[in-house]
């Protein structure tokens, strides 16, 4: 669209708190001012008749002193003056000064200057009365055969609207349109009169398509969407056409265009089945997005591969384009990597395994060499988890995939090393096989573990695992390395007196021990991991003594349980008593030392009772050296570990199974057809009258179960604006998809007059936006009609649309009448839809997110159980804690819920219900639940849905 065309459409933005002139000084400024003042008079008359002023005198005046005019400005303003005036007298006759303006746009249709036709034409696009358009249609003929492109481009489109709403004006038009199109040779006329042949004679269109499709692609590619437009319309209308129009399609995927390309794709694989055309689709959407720099075109296009990999006839297909897919790895966005190693994963066979291995490893290789992000961390994460997917479901390529993943446990990113020590976990449970080469890997990499939850875990890993008498003495020295000189007390206190240490050359590098020099002059041995001088800092100490001087003894607490089950084992296989003892011995020693700095006071922060009591506990074990408490710590926890993994593994098969059902057809062709009307049964099994039902529910008479307010059906979204009492009675449908609203707003006359100019003007509160102004509609007595209003929605928060409906009484000297409309409350649950996480990404989303909204429970429900559904229920969260720990009869609940808006933003909820069983069993929930959320309007909004939810659970009582 050129400039100029688009000042013919710009917004007159006049001030409004300027006291408007009266009409008399408008018209001595339109008759005797210059240019420039009628340019300025002509903008203040439009912006007073577009706020309902009444100007009666002023139409001729425009008429005799402005429309002679030759000036571009006021031939754009005039544009914008004849589609706001009103054309109609009171009684709802076309006014006869309009003959008079009808002859001055004849004129302007025969100018030599092509932009005042061309913007003339785009005009005579908006009028509807075929009074004034009757006698210019000799004209807008002959603009078919000007010169310019933009002059006979707008005279297709005048053409086609007026045939649309009046085609006894020109009858003749498909036929003068396809005769139009034969000869032209601009690519936008052509595509103008090929879309007005795909709407009023498809048959012409067919007939140029046909006698063309050789060339079809050296056409210009919005002249090529028509195309793939119309054969998408045809084919689906004919399927005996497919034949004939396909190989156009397949041509059509070699475009130079990306939305032909992405239109013809979508297209081809609605009028085909076949493995070729699928994979010929597919192959189009792969490059699409790997080509395209947009991430919402690089996610609209996934969700396009998404959606036929869903197809149970194209998942085969799909399988073969596997590595294909994973060339999407390479655009920076975290969503586009996270669905496409999703759809790689469900793609993924036996055949392809090992490539897609090690593309993920290469991809985990480049994180490394890249710069540290937020991303990056986070984009390693999910490779991680994604190989270990792959590890669970093929284990043939566990073997290849450890090693790599081992070197992650000293990442500096906690979560990434957590996923692999997860993986690690259950790989070593699963796959007997690989428990040596699993546990060689992790002693290698153990001593540069510096995380503390992971060196935690780590410990754990190897105490339960290592039974080999080599194996549990090389995690001893680890751990006697990681404490450096014991008892830990003394070796601090005499660091803290000064002593100072001396290199001496002839130090064994094999047994790792060096001479000192103390306070006294003695000398004294002690272990290279543990050198400290005065002079370093007190992160140079060993990790799990640095940890341990932190105040952290938990990390001590498992370092006993970890000891306990290695003497065991240890003692087990050993015969010799001597090294059973001693082994007994050091392992008791340590425990004994770490209880005795927790209670020196030399650390941060003393030992926890807790920690005294599992160490302690962990030392009467060893001393006693019963048979029953063997089994408890060699056998009992690792049948926890297994009972774990196979729970899991139950509940992701579970998840699976229900995503795989959503994808079955669930009714068959032979399946008998079920009329509601004839049905005798509701879903409670109690005979009724179906009918009678359906009718008193359609009038609101009927009572309504608690489920009802959990259904999205569609009189649920009607919204009523005004009263039935009111002039004019209005309902609107808010039709919510993903970032739009559509308003579909229902108005009708209830008076006996004829209503001129009805506008609907809407305004918003909140991060809402109005697209477009509602045009102005004229309204017959007892008439009614739709005016549908688009809205944009930027965030996750309730918004609220309101504004009113103002209109002309026709006949009347009265100033413009208005009424009132009822607030729209947009709800927040149309944006936000349930999702998972783990409790580590659960946990540090509520230690990260800084709003918080805490919301008491307040409902007459009783049952703990059936309070949380009906809050999972009303806000679209998912349930993190497993079934298990919040069933069974108890008087207290705690639960987890998570859940993500279509914008990216994350929602945690924290239940905290208890039932006082003391007031009586019927006695109500009570307690509080607890939102966190990253942005202040989530947190808000889903706690005022929590709030009105509840109130809707309330049953009033004789309410059934």
Known sequence: MSNNEQGCYTLINVPTDVEPPNEMQLRQDLEKGDNKMKVEALKKTIQLILNGEKLPSILMTIIRFVMPVQDHTIKKLLLIFWEVVPKYTGDGKLMQEMILVCDAYRKDLQHPNEFIRGSTLRFLCKLKEPELLEPLMPAIRQCLEHRHAY????????????????????????????????????????????????????????????????????????????????????????????????????????????????????TLVTLSNAPTAVKAAASSYIELIVKESDNNVKLIVLDRLISLKDNPGHEKVMQELVMDILRVLSAPDLEVRRKTLDLAFDLVTSRNIEEMVLVLKKEIMKTNDSVEQDDTGKYRQLLVRTLHQCSVKFPDVASTIIPLLTEFLSDTNELAAADVLVFIREAIQRFENLRPLIISKLLDVFPTIKAIKIFRAGLWILGEYCSSSENIQNVMLLIRQSLGEIPIVDDEMKKAAGETVEEDPLMSETSGVKKLVTADGTYATQSVFSTVTPAKKSEERPTLRQ????????????????????????????????????????????????????????????????????????????????????????????????????????????????????????????????????????????????????????????????????????????????????????????????????????????????????????????????????????????????????????STENGIIFGNIVYDVSGSASDRNCVVLNDIHIDIMDYIVPASCTDVEFRQMWAEFEWENKVSVNTNVSDLAEYLQHLIRSTNMKCLTPEKAISGDCGFMAANLYAKSIFGEDALANVSIEKPIHLGPDAPVTGHIRIRAKSQGMALSLGDKINMSQKKAIKSPGVV
């Open 547 to 794: 940890h341990l001087m932190d105040g952290d003894f938990f990390v001590g607490a498992s370092l006993a349980t970890t000891l306990t089950k290695l003497a065991f084992k240890y003692i087990s296989i050993t015969d010799n008593p001597k090294r059973q003892n001693a082994f007994a011995a050091e392992a008791m020693l340590i425990m004994s030392t770490i209880l005795h700095l927790g209670k020196s006071g030399l650390p941060e922060k003393p030992i926890t009772d807790d920690d005294v009591d599992r160490i302690s506990l962990c030392l009467r074990v060893l001393s006693e050296r019963s048979e029953m408490m063997n089994h408890v710590f060699n056998d009992f926890c690792r049948q926890a570990l297994s009972n774990m993994i196979t729970a899991k593994a139950k509940e992701d098969s579970e998840t699976a199974k229900q995503t795989s059902e959503k994808r079955q057809i669930r009714i068959q062709p032979d399946d008998p057809i079920s009329f509601l009307q004839l049905a005798n049964k509701n879903d409670m099994g109690l005979t009724e009258n179906m009918f009678e039902l359906t009718l008193s529910q359609a009038l609101g008479t009927s009572a309504k179960k608690d489920a009802d307010f959990t259904t999205s059906s569609k009189l649920n979204k009607v919204t009523q604006l005004t009263g039935f009492s009111d002039p004019v009675y209005a309902e609107a449908y808010v039709h919510v998809n993903q970032y739009d609203i559509v308003l579909d707003v229902l108005i009708v006359n209830q008076t006996s007059d004829t209503l001129q100019n009805l506008t609907l003007e809407l305004a918003t509160l909140g991060d809402l936006k109005l697209v477009e102004k509602p045009q102005p509609v004229v309204m017959a007595p007892h008439d009614f009609c739709n005016i549908k209003a688009s809205v944009k929605v930027a």
């Open 151 to 266: 002059v006979r481009r707008n005279t297709v489109l005048a053409i086609f609207t007026i045939y649309r709403n009046h085609d006894f004006l020109i009858p003749d038009a498909p036929e003068l349109i396809a005769n139009f199109l034969e000869q032209e040779q601009d690519a936008s006329c052509k595509r103008n009169a090929f879309m007005m042949l795909i709407h009023a004679d498809q048959d012409r269109a067919l007939s140029y398509l046909s006698s063309c499709i050789d060339q079809v692609h050296s056409f210009n590619d919005i002249l090529q969407l028509v195309i793939v437009e119309l054969i998408y319309k045809v084919c689906h209308a004919n399927p005996s056409e497919r034949a004939r129009f396909i190989r156009c399609i397949y041509n059509l995927l070699n475009s130079s265009s990306p939305a032909v390309r992405y239109e013809a794709a979508g």
